[in-house]
T-cell receptor, first 114, second 116 residues
Framework: SQQGEEDPQALSIQEGENATMNCSYK?????LQWYRQNSGRGLVHLIL?????REKHSGRLRVTLDTSKKSSSLLITASRAADTASYFC??????????????FGKGTHLIIQP | EAEVAQSPRYKITEKSQAVAFWCDPI?????LYWYRQILGQGPELLVQ????????DSQLPKDRFSAERLKGVDSTLKIQPAELGDSAMYLC??????????????FGPGTRLTVL
């Protein structure tokens, strides 16, 4: 079963604009991660935010986490054509810590128009 | 840069046949995962290994799926017999793992299975 749900399901913007996608989840977590998947390929880890963090930055990526609302957002600034991909949020399957399997949402498909 | 290797990349088979997928994780990674991703969905965990031991196979359809990691390094996922609904991408991932670790996972390129 899917824990995370991304919103929107699809997003199309112009190159140079910012892209924001959201994720909601149902149960308590240790951390939340965002992954990118290019068409027909494996997933690439983008960023991990721990449950005691509220915001994290990595290059053009900014992630926020609101554990009271069980939600997270991923902001990609100054988008590029190469950012075209599907983006997934993922949470730990269990809250006991350690190297647990992940539960993924259905993803947001982002298209950057040149 | 170390990567997770998977083979084959593509597999076409007929229903009722047996198929097997292979995964070689990043060297030194104790934890290995198999996920299934249906087109348009996110990956779903099938099985998780810690070294050679199964940690979680609660979502593995055990009547037809099996997985092993005999020496705690590479792993094989098998489906016998394959059904039409098994058509999907099968992804392998690994992480350094261990207690109190935050599990960033490293994914392989996947095996796309088509069952006819």
């Amino acid at each position: 079963s899917q824990q995370g749900e991304e919103d929107p399901q699809a997003l199309s913007i112009q190159e140079g604009e910012n892209a924001t996608m959201n994720c909601s989840y149902k149960t308590s977590i240790n951390n939340l991660q965002w992954y990118r998947q290019n068409s027909g390929r494996g997933l690439v880890h983008l960023i991990l935010i721990r449950s005691n963090e509220r915001e994290k930055h990595s290059g053009r990526l900014r992630v926020t986490l609101d554990t009271s609302k069980k939600s997270s957002s991923l902001l990609i600034t100054a988008s590029r054509a190469a950012d075209t991909a599907s983006y997934f949020c993922a949470t730990d399957r269990y809250s006991g810590g350690g190297a647990d399997g992940l539960t993924f949402g259905k993803g947001t498909h982002l298209i950057i128009q040149p | 840069e170390a990567e997770v290797a998977q083979s084959p990349r593509y597999k076409i088979t007929e229903k009722s046949q047996a198929v097997a997928f292979w995964c070689d994780p990043i060297s030194g990674h104790a934890t290995l995962y198999w996920y299934r991703q249906i087109l348009g969905q996110g990956p779903e965990l099938l099985v998780q290994f810690q070294d050679e031991s199964v940690v979680d196979d609660s979502q593995l359809p055990k009547d037809r799926f099996s997985a092993e990691r005999l020496k705690g390094v590479d792993s094989t996922l098998k489906i016998q017999p394959a059904e039409l609904g098994d058509s999907a991408m099968y992804l392998c991932a690994s992480s350094p793992g261990g207690l109190n670790s935050y599990n960033e996972q490293f994914f392989g390129p996947g095996t796309r299975l088509t069952v006819l």
